[in-house]
């Protein structure tokens, strides 16, 4: 198996995303990998931040996780992105990095990335697969080759079935509903499988 360089690319607010990029970092890991867990830069300012105590307390515990950069992307054979849903979408931070990528697209450096997606939301029904599909619009464009889940494996049935992408629903109290960590260990792993065959 070709050596694979994978980036685990986020964006998290409560803390809910971050698990899933660590859990997609401990799956790539266990098959090989090289992995970067990078989250994209924060828009929002301080002030709003330190209004919202779970917001805030996120914040700073992450402070220390390097920021993602198109070095990172330049780096990685393989991307695995996760970020939450916000309005059925993808989440402005990820959107404003995804478009801070002009430079490195027009070198043709996006060209053949393994990428796959995953997200979180707090309804079963409030967005999860339009959000992981509004990221992999995105991918189309960079020429990247999109490696979704689908039913690969039996742990994706008991992480809920999306075959788009490992999706999670957050309760209020910010726990998650459903079990997924075998299912990002899984979609890691299958990212880290074909990035290999793309390189090899
Ligand atoms: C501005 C905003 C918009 C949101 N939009 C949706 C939505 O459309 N559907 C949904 O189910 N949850 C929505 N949510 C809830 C988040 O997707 C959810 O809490 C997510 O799990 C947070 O992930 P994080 O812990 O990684 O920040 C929204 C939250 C915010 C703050």
């Not at 970067?36 to 105590?53: F, G, M, R, S």
């Not at 931070?93 to 990528?101: A, E």
């Not at 490195?104 to 309804?123: E, P, R």
């Amino acid at each position: 198996m070709a050596n694979v360089n994978l980036a685990v690319i986020y964006y998290s607010s409560s803390g809910t995303n971050y698990q899933l990029a660590k859990w997609a970092e401990e799956g790539a890991k266990e098959s090989g990998a090289e992995v970067k867990v990078v989250k994209v830069p924060e828009l929002a300012p301080e002030e709003a931040i330190a209004q919202n105590p779970e917001w805030k307390a996120h914040h700073d515990a992450t402070k220390d996780v390097p920021e993602a950069t198109p070095d990172v992307i330049e780096w990685a054979d393989a991307i695995i992105f996760s970020t939450p849903t916000r309005f059925g979408n993808v989440a402005s931070q990820m959107k404003q990095f995804l478009d801070s990528q002009g430079g490195l697209w027009a070198s043709g450096k996006t060209v053949n990335k393994v990428v796959s997606a995953m997200t979180s939301a707090q309804n079963p029904h409030g967005g999860q697969e339009a959000t992981i599909l509004s990221l992999y619009t995105s991918m189309m464009h960079w020429g990247a080759i999109i490696v979704p889940p689908g039913y690969t494996d039996p742990v994706l049935f008991g992480a809920g079935g999306n075959p788009y992408g490992t999706s999670v629903t957050q309760s209020q109290d910010g726990k998650m509903v459903e079990d997924v960590e075998a299912a990002v260990k899984h979609q890691a792993k299958r990212t880290v499988d074909v990035a290999s065959r793309v390189k090899g």
